[in-house]
């Protein structure tokens, strides 16, 4: 049985140094992650690689030609020692419904709020996604995502290293499981340090990242 959940959108790999991340993922796995985008006001950008499908890798970390943005960094990026597996999302087929169903399940994923990004070609980017504190904290529980009419990232001709597996391990599995169910989805769970593996077919082999 394969380990990679159904509808999975992107995974998110923060680092607080973008430009040595893309490096490594490049040396280690001979494919070069393409520049996605810059977060206006909010201090990221990022690039991307194809997972295979309609799902992608989010390398994320500090644009330095933004100003100091007024809160803190997506995903912290500014408090991680190394690059790191933080995050994934899933994109089903109706955001309003999911999130409903999951609040009557027990699960709050968080209020859904509008997001952008610029392309470096100019276009803007306009998504919806879930956030906020009432999100579970370890990144194991996914967040839910939905592009609308924006082109999805995957149609844009990014390279790709197909994804092989995703893993977690937590020290209380039995504590997410039931947050994943309210979400109808899944992801192998392990007990051990918090945290998310994955790994990917490259023309070096199969590569794995934490």
């Known amino acids: 049985m394969t380990a990679i959940p159904a509808r999975l959108d992107h995974l998110v790999l923060a680092t607080p140094d973008l430009a040595a991340t893309v490096d490594d993922f490049t040396r280690r796995t001979g494919v070069a992650p393409v520049p996605g985008g810059v977060h206006v006001g909010l201090g990221t950008r990022n690039h991307l690689v194809s997972l295979g499908g309609t799902s992608y890798l989010e390398i994320i970390g500090p644009d330095p030609e933004q100003p100091e943005p007024s809160g803190a960094r997506p995903f912290d990026v500014d408090s991680l020692g190394a690059a790191r597996t933080v995050a994934w999302a899933i994109s089903p087929p109706d955001l309003d419904a999911a999130v409903a169903t999951a609040r009557s399940r027990g699960y709050d994923p968080g209020e859904i709020r509008p997001m952008s990004r ?3 070609d100019g276009t803007l ?3 919806r996604l879930t956030d906020g504190d009432t999100q579970h904290p370890s990144g194991l529980v996914p967040f839910l995502i939905d592009w609308g009419a924006a082109p999805h990232p995957t149609a844009s001709g990014l390279p790709t290293t197909p994804l092989l597996s995703l ?3 937590a020290p ?3 504590e997410i499981r039931p947050l ?3 979400l109808d989805t899944r992801l192998p769970l392990g ?3 918090l945290g998310l593996s994955f790994t990917v077919d490259t023309p070096r082999g199969p590569v794995a990242f934490g």
Do not use: D, F, Q, S
């Open 125 to 127: 980017l306009e998504w």
């Open 118 to 120: 610029r392309r470096p």
């Open 172 to 174: 209380a599995p039995e």
């Open 167 to 169: 893993t977690a391990t």
């Open 180 to 182: 994943l169910a309210a």
């Open 191 to 193: 007990e051990g340090p």
